[in-house]
């Protein structure tokens, strides 16, 4: 059983930075994990993805080169550095898990078998 909480949202102006954390109860060691998000009125959609070794990552076209997924097992916790933000990356945040059999469909919410509450990130611009 694997829970997870987030942390770290904020307000934060257009062009500023922030870092989110997602700390897991349990042992995720064999899981990938993963970074949705969701604005008002809107689906929730996939934000970037990291391999149970944190060597692979992935992440949704709208954050390439401004978003950086990590993750420090030693601390059982993983992080979503968030530079450059846009007013669009206005959302609740969640980390989620499942456990990896071939890191495949890392980017679709139902594969997820654990999730954080959220975590609100606002921008202002």
């Known amino acids: 059983q694997v829970q997870l909480a987030e942390s770290g949202g904020g307000l934060v102006q257009a062009g500023g930075s922030l870092r989110l954390s997602c700390a897991a109860s349990g042992r995720t060691l064999s899981y990938a994990m993963g970074w949705f998000r969701q604005a008002p009125g809107k689906e929730r959609e996939f934000v970037a993805a990291?391999?149970?070794?944190?060597?692979?990552?992935s992440y949704a076209d709208p954050v390439k080169g401004r978003f950086t997924i990590s993750r420090d097992n030693a601390k059982n916790t993983m992080y979503l550095q968030m530079n450059n933000m846009k007013a669009e990356d206005t959302a609740i945040y969640y980390c989620a898990a499942r456990l990896q059999i071939h890191y495949s469909d890392y980017d679709v919410t139902p594969k997820y078998d654990y999730w954080g509450r959220g975590t609100q990130v606002t921008v202002s611009s």
């Open positions: 990291i391999n149970w070794s944190g060597g692979i990552r």
